[in-house]
């Protein structure tokens, strides 16, 4: 049985639905993030590790001649992404659960080119803050830690999978920047509940 959509507005707070454009300078903020993020972390290798280590990564992890080696590389690839989308959902999920609020893990299907996994947080009244939180949890965990990695760490393919892990989430996480966006341009003391459908309510609270 559904339960009632949308639910009642808290005491002191009435339905809103926010009408919300991007602003010019927030996708040019994103465009220069996407293009920052596939520049960083080579560069990021050759100031940590030096050049002569970045050439001999680069040729270790992509510089393949027999079938054989293309296909433990592909392994390694899909591994990878594989990992790195359960490790982003993962940190959404439980960022909301800390504040509180169950979750549900799913994947979006728009086509055999575009499919992606996403994590709903809903049960409650989320407010601007825990929104934010939960949106960029990947983004200030993971990365971070892909990049302790490459500072500590002298295997080259442990080196390569924290690069990709690195480049991946902090392109993953153009989506949870541009809704982080989207949230901060709320009033102040909005609220914002979601269910397991991925249906979405506003309240705004009402002035006394």
């Not at 454009?21 to 030096?50: D, E, M, R, S």
């Not at 680069?58 to 293309?70: D, G, I, K, L, R």
């Not at 993962?90 to 994590?119: E, M, V």
Request: glycine share 8%; aromatic share 12%.
């Amino acid at each position: 049985m559904d339960v009632e959509w949308p639910p009642a507005p808290p005491e002191g707070y009435r339905p809103h639905d926010p009408d919300y454009q991007q602003p010019w300078y927030v996708t040019v903020a994103l465009l220069g993030w996407i293009l920052g993020v596939f520049i960083g972390p080579p560069l990021l290798v050759v100031a940590l590790k030096g050049e002569e280590t970045a050439v001999r990564l680069a040729y270790t992890v992509f510089q393949h001649e027999t079938p054989n080696e293309w296909a433990k590389y592909l392994v390694w690839v899909l591994g990878m992404l594989g990992l790195l989308a359960l490790l982003h959902e993962a940190l959404h999920a439980l960022c909301g659960r800390w504040f509180g609020y169950r979750s549900k893990f799913s994947i979006r299907y728009d086509g055999f080119l575009n499919i992606s996994p996403t994590t709903l947080t809903y049960g409650e009244y989320q407010s601007r803050g825990e929104s934010i939180a939960i949106a960029l949890a990947p983004l200030v965990v993971l990365t971070p830690a892909s990049i302790l990695v490459l500072v500590v760490s002298q295997d080259f393919w442990v080196l390569g999978s924290a690069a990709l892990i690195c480049l991946g989430n902090s392109v993953g996480a153009v989506a949870d920047l541009g809704s982080a966006c989207r949230i901060v341009q709320l009033p102040a003391g909005e609220l914002i509940t979601q269910d397991k459908k991925g249906r979405q309510q506003y309240y705004h609270r009402v002035n006394e």
